[in-house]
């Protein structure tokens, strides 16, 4: 029975991987797209971060039924 393994790739895979991309995008595009990765990825942090600074928002008031 053949069963399919899924997980990290390999070094061939990743080999693989990395040619795909470069063709994709091409070699003059990949730092302008590291880049932006790199923006978004601290815009995501600093978001994160100003939520963890604003703390929990306060509960609702209680309405009491007259």
């Known amino acids: 029975?053949?069963?399919?393994?899924?997980?990290?790739?390999?070094?061939?895979?990743?080999?693989?991987?990395?040619?795909?991309?470069?063709?994709?995008f091409g070699g003059s595009k990949l730092p302008?797209?590291?880049?932006a990765i790199g923006q978004s990825k601290?815009?995501?942090?600093?978001?994160?971060?100003e939520g963890e600074r604003e703390g929990a928002p306060a509960p609702a008031p209680k309405i009491e039924k007259s």
Not at 1 to 24: F, K, Q, R
Not at 32 to 35: V, W
């Open 32 to 35: 302008q797209l590291a880049k």
């Open 1 to 24: 029975m053949n069963t399919l393994l899924l997980g990290m790739p390999g070094g061939w895979e990743w080999i693989v991987i990395l040619a795909v991309i470069i063709l994709l």
């Open 42 to 49: 601290r815009a995501f942090r600093e978001g994160i971060d």
